[in-house]
């Protein structure tokens, strides 16, 4: 069974940081684009960032290009979303997913219905 699990969310103050973490278990995480994704309340799923199976393909959605890295470590089968100078507006229940075959990562791509199966998401709280 294909299962995803994230991890390193919290409750941050305005300008900090947190990392995310995506690991897998019942397949080799390395072997498949990954991508993250949000949902605030009320809101619908976005897209966030994708890596590809090398780590040199990465792709962000515009609002947290340049605060937010994504990365691979093979050794660990493990997916990072480095966050920084965090914002209020990012907060939002966080999730990884893995690409579907047949694509790759790129911001056309990051969009919900390519992407599968889900973890079950960690919450990101930004607030003063």
């Known amino acids: 069974q294909l299962q995803l699990v994230e991890s390193g969310g919290g409750l941050v103050q305005p300008g900090g940081s947190l990392r995310l973490s995506c690991a897998a278990s019942g397949f080799t995480l390395g072997s498949y684009v990954i991508g993250w994704f949000r949902q605030a309340p009320g809101k619908e799923p976005e897209g966030v960032s994708c890596i590809g199976t090398s780590g040199r393909d990465t792709s962000y959605t515009d609002s947290v290009r340049g605060r937010f890295t994504i990365s691979r470590d093979s050794t660990k089968y493990s997916v990072y979303l480095q966050m920084n100078s965090l914002e209020p507006e990012d907060t939002a229940v966080y999730y990884c997913?893995?690409?579907?075959?047949?694509?790759?990562?790129?911001?056309?791509?990051?969009?919900?219905?390519?992407?599968?199966?889900w973890g079950q998401g960690t919450q990101v709280t930004v607030s003063s």
């Open positions: 997913a893995v690409q579907r075959p047949g694509y790759y990562c790129s911001a056309y791509f990051i969009k919900t219905d390519f992407y599968g199966p």
